[in-house]
């Protein structure tokens, strides 16, 4: 109870201290001269660098174990949230979900054991959160998108074939994946949607745990998360989640090599078809017989 305590006590602390930067711009700006906001946002930029740099050094050494390396990392982190204005950047909800992060990863630290899948996770998940705050175009938590499709589409598979167990941890992995990004999406998505994925979550994982699950609704909200994953992402109606194939750095590559076999197989069958079509039969000589080994 005493270190639960401390931990609320902490985190409390993180928040209001993320909190009361973003207060203390939001004062100062409306009084401030010309010269005065260029320095203020020219010292905003400075941290974020900072901020982005130390957690970067401090995820490289929590995925090698580096406990005391990753202590120091932590305390520049904190260094460069005071005084740090999240005006404009994100919501207060994303505050609350950044300060989250930063109190997972100090108590992963606190508990000062090393080599175990918490430190990786915690530190990947701040990680990608700062990033979402520091790159709101082309953060990195985008590239989640194929990974939860990928586990969509191994959930319908196990559910098509009736295989409870398969679906379960398709479900997992699923949710896993998607604990990994929130904070980063919280940060920069409206809150509205990122509850309404939060409960069908929740619905999915009461479903998967039913052996008596009704398949007909379980195929329905199956459909309708791949709807809501579309709409985290921003992506479009008719864009797929599901993709058809997987594993290849440049798509446009497969894409050419399956057009060019198409053309091919199109060319061959119009060929095949005026040969058919010849109603005079003639001895074949050295060129023709040549021809019909073309392809």
């Known amino acids: 109870m005493k270190w639960k305590g401390s931990s609320l006590l902490a985190a409390l602390s993180i928040i ?8 203390v711009y939001a004062d100062e700006l409306p009084v401030a001269s010309t010269a005065d906001v260029k320095i203020t946002e ?33 305390e520049q982190v904190i260094e460069a949230l005071e005084r740090l204005s999240f005006k404009g950047l994100t919501s207060v909800e994303g505050i609350h979900a950044l300060a989250e992060s930063i109190m997972d990863v100090k108590e992963t630290l606190a508990k000062a054991v090393d080599g175990q899948e918490e430190w990786i996770s915690s530190s990947a998940r701040l990680r990608l959160a700062v990033n979402s705050l520091t790159h709101p175009k082309q953060a990195m938590w985008h590239q989640y998108y194929k990974v939860l499709g990928e586990d969509l589409q191994r959930m319908n598979q196990a559910h098509n074939t009736g295989s409870g167990e398969a679906l379960r941890q398709a479900y997992l992995s699923l949710k896993s994946h998607y604990e990994l990004i929130r904070p980063a999406v919280v940060i920069r998505k409206d809150i509205t949607e990122i509850n309404r994925f939060d409960s069908w979550l929740y619905y999915v994982d009461s479903l998967t745990n039913d052996t008596k699950a009704d398949t007909s609704v379980l195929t329905r909200t199956l459909l309708q998360g791949e709807a809501l994953v579309k709409e985290l992402f921003g992506k479009k109606g008719d864009e797929q989640v599901f993709l058809p194939i997987a594993g290849y750095g440049n798509p446009w590559n497969w894409s050419l090599l399956i057009g060019g076999w198409i053309l091919l197989a199109l060319f061959y069958t119009a060929y095949r078809k005026y040969r058919a079509n010849q109603t005079v039969i003639t001895i074949p000589g050295n060129k023709e017989k040549n021809d019909r080994f073309r392809f």
């Open 16 to 23: 209001l201290l993320l909190l009361q930067g973003s207060q």
């Open 42 to 74: 020219q010292e905003r930029a400075d941290k974020l660098r900072q901020l982005e740099e130390a957690t970067e050094l401090l995820y490289q050494d929590m995925q090698q174990g580096n406990t005391q390396r990753a202590n120091q990392d932590m």
